[in-house]
């Protein structure tokens, strides 16, 4: 079974720019997640999609952060304008439903902004 | 506030050692506990994923143990190997919206052969 892909592995951009993060959870896995983890932290739930809708959003910065799942399936995240606070991993994950089951992780993207 | 504790933040270990990371969560309303391993630069790897009902999980040298009401969680390595130097991951689903996990900062171990 393939795992979480998520691309691209590394990103750097200088502030103000703009970047996209895209993700295709593991097959029939209805639910997918946006995780941050800054140096020496755990990650932080972003949003959480349930199929292509939202469920839960409420730690997106929504003045530059926005995220989609097309389809229900793959899932893209977009900073603009990036700051360079959002330096960090981004971390997606998937499971076949909330809850009761474990969620599997991509290798994540790493964004560097100068 | 629901928060994920885990002490220490580093642990340096010799090979063959037998050893326990914690983790406290405020709030025994819990759903589900869940380990995960990190290496560096790489994404999350889970490890074990303890229900609300149960006590325990194991998985080969591996035991993960829940007390709900004193907010804590074990995981239990046995005969501990260079391979598993890597940071430790615990994560709570406190069911606020439907699996979200709240995350510990992690403990970074390291096995010295």
């Known amino acids: 079974e393939a795992g979480v892909a998520q691309s691209p592995r590394y990103k750097i951009i200088e502030k103000r720019q703009s970047v996209a993060f895209w993700c295709n959870p593991i097959s029939g896995h209805a639910t997918l997640y946006w995780y941050q983890q800054i140096l020496g932290q755990g990650p932080k739930l972003l949003i959480q999609?349930?199929?292509?809708?939202?469920?839960?959003d409420s730690q997106l910065p929504k003045d530059r952060f926005s995220a989609e799942r097309l389809k229900g399936v793959d899932s893209t995240l977009k900073i603009q304008p990036a700051k360079l606070e959002d330096s960090a991993v981004y971390l997606c994950a998937s499971s076949p439903a909330p809850y009761i089951y474990e969620q599997y992780f991509g290798p994540g993207t790493r964004l560097t902004v100068t | 506030k629901q928060e994920v504790t885990q002490i220490p933040a580093a642990l340096s270990v010799p090979e063959g050692e037998n050893l326990v990371l914690n983790c406290s969560f405020t709030?025994?309303?819990?759903?589900?506990l869940q380990w995960f391993r990190q290496d560096p630069g790489k994404g999350l790897t889970s490890l074990l994923l303890?229900?609300?009902?149960?006590r325990e999980q194991t998985s080969g040298r591996l035991n993960a143990s829940l007390d709900k009401s004193s907010g804590r969680s074990t995981l239990y390595i046995a005969a501990s190997q260079p391979g598993d130097s890597a940071t430790y991951l615990c994560?709570?689903?406190?069911?606020?919206?439907?699996?979200?996990?709240?995350f510990g900062k992690g403990t970074k171990l390291s096995v010295k052969p």
């Open positions: 994560a709570v689903d406190f069911g606020g919206s439907q699996g979200n996990l709240i």
């Open positions: 303890i229900q609300s009902s149960q």
């Open positions: 999609f349930q199929n292509n809708g939202v469920v839960d």
């Open positions: 709030d025994s309303a819990i759903y589900n």
